[in-house]
Every structure is written in structure tokens, then in C-alpha cells.
């Protein structure tokens, strides 16, 4: 091949290669916004803006937490999620192993909730 034909054009990066998600629209190199950030933020504001959060805090693109957080949402009820990812926004808690974590407290709670021992004053 050639490089020096002018019709031919050469991108000095790789297009279309594993997760890179770079496009040549031209003389420019652009991110494609991945889907599950796109899923995470039509979720509405409140993960818009903790998505945010997230990508603000880690480096690069923060594709691996913005898939986990995806996973997250995907694993378990749109309820708990929410309510969990409300509280962990207003409190600054951006570490996705304790958001997980909290979900699965809250979820115990919900679901165990038969399952408490019986007091003294219950029998």
C-alpha cells in the first residue's frame, strides 16, 4: 500500500478496535459516548448527575466504573438502585463496591424482614 496517494487517507489510530470507541468523523477524533453511560443516563437526572460524579473522580473515560454502575443497575430493582444511589450522592459516596454494598443491605432488610427472631413479648 501506498501512503502517499491524496485520495487514500490513513488514520493514525486504530478505528473500530476492541472498547476504544474512537470514530474518524473527518480531521477529528471523537468518543462515542458508551451505551451503558447512555442507558445510565436515561435513567433520569439523579444518575445523570451521579454519573458525573463518577467520571469526574476517576481517570480517562471511566469506562470500567460507568460498566459496573451499569451492571449495578441491571442486577438489581430500579427501587433500591435508586434509593441507594440517592443516598450515596448526597452523602459524596462514589466507591462502587460500598454502593453495592448499601444496595444489598437495603435489599436484606426488605426481604429478611419476616425471618427477625421473635422477642419475649411476642410469644
Not at 35 to 49: D, I, K, T, W
Not at 60 to 65: D, M, S, T, V, Y
Request: charged share 30%; hydrophobic share 40%.
Amino acid at each position: 500500500m501506498r501512503r502517499d496517494c491524496p485520495e487514500i487517507r490513513f488514520p493514525s489510530r486504530p478505528v473500530g478496535r476492541g472498547d476504544s470507541r474512537i470514530v474518524d468523523s473527518g480531521r477529528v477524533w471523537a468518543y462515542v459516548a458508551l451505551p451503558q453511560e447512555a442507558r445510565l443516563r436515561a435513567m433520569g437526572p439523579e444518575v445523570s448527575a451521579y454519573v458525573d460524579a463518577v467520571k469526574r473522580r476517576h481517570p480517562g473515560r471511566a469506562i470500567l466504573p460507568l460498566r459496573r454502575l451499569n451492571r449495578l443497575s441491571l442486577d438489581y430493582p430500579a427501587e433500591a438502585f435508586l434509593s441507594t444511589l440517592a443516598t450515596a450522592g448526597q452523602y459524596g459516596l462514589y466507591d462502587l463496591p460500598r454502593l453495592e454494598r448499601m444496595i444489598l443491605r437495603l435489599l436484606a432488610g426488605h426481604c429478611f424482614d419476616h425471618l427477625a427472631p421473635l422477642g419475649d413479648g411476642d410469644r
